[in-house]
């Protein structure tokens, strides 16, 4: 490694695995900074259900990206990198170590291999793209993007509303698609830049009795009252119907408990298994792809 190459930890593995014990340790050992790469801890809202840290962990050492979104933004893997980009340069030239640490891979492998050269989208024409997927509702969303975009069309599933979004306006800023754009040579990170990965990745039996004790932690912790608040938030149209973060592990099983259409045991039985098979699916992706 050259005198000039800078090291960048990420800490990777599925939900539940121990990759923010992980982060703090480090940014003890080695004057960390822990920077978030988990697509909900991004938002500003369900800080318990999303398993955000604690302030305690947060007295402990600096932590960055976390609930500094509204929960209407999206975010796609473009749009986090520009994000930790410059975070990650900051905490370089102030002689730190930048801590990756989170779940969302495609995240991670966007920071490590680079992305394609879209050019910066305006805002415009990203707030005119989702006005016009809430007009339309997903289904009839995706079927002007195929009359327009056949081949992203088709790689997207219908009720994706980020990715469909991110395809509208890729096509209506560029006049190209997506997929287009993706084919090209990616735009690697900087050079001094060396990325050390570490990935936390629990016996499976083990991994699925964090899952389930975690889930029972947060009912502990309040969970119920903050999804109450946020359905609340829904509900007046303060927060967007399709939200990002009303996909967060377990919150349409706790609203229905809410709503009265499920127990409670009901809803937690089920948000513990959304979560262990989140966890499969990660566990699988890791191993593949990372």
């Known amino acids: 490694m050259s005198s000039g190459t800078k090291t960048i930890r990420i800490v990777a593995g599925p939900t539940a695995s121990g990759k923010s014990a992980r982060a703090l340790e480090l940014a003890g050992a080695e004057n960390g900074v822990v920077i978030n790469c988990d697509s909900m801890q991004l938002y500003d809202g369900l800080p318990i259900l999303t398993a955000q840290p604690s302030e305690e962990d947060k007295a402990k050492a600096p932590h960055l990206l976390y609930g500094a979104l509204h929960p209407g933004d999206m975010c796609s893997a473009g749009d986090w990198c520009k994000l930790v980009r410059p975070l990650i340069e900051k905490t370089l030239q102030e002689g730190r170590t930048p801590i990756i640490v989170g779940g969302t891979g495609l995240y991670i492998k966007a920071l490590m291999e680079g992305l394609s050269p879209i050019p910066e989208i305006p805002e415009e024409i990203r707030q005119a793209a989702e006005a016009l997927q809430r007009e339309l509702g997903n289904p009839a969303f ?126 937690i039985a089920l948000s513990q298994l959304d979560t262990r098979r989140y966890a499969k699916r990660q566990v699988t992706w890791f191993r593949n792809q990372l």
């Open 142 to 267: 995706h079927a002007a993007l195929g009359k327009r975009d056949p081949v992203m069309a088709q790689r997207l599933h219908p009720s994706n509303t980020q990715r469909l979004v991110r395809a509208w306006e890729v096509l209506e800023h560029t006049g190209r698609s997506l997929a287009e754009w993706q084919s090209l040579d990616k735009v690697a990170p900087p050079a001094h830049w060396n990325f050390e990965v570490e990935i936390i990745m629990p016996e499976r039996e083990e991994l699925y009795r964090r899952c389930d004790a975690r889930f029972l932690k947060m009912m502990d912790m309040g969970v119920l009252d903050e999804v109450k608040d946020f359905s609340g938030k829904l509900e007046s149209g303060e927060i967007p119907a399709d939200a990002p973060l009303t996909k967060a592990l377990g919150f349409t099983h706790l609203r229905r408990y809410l709503a009265g259409d499920i127990t409670q045991g009901e809803a």
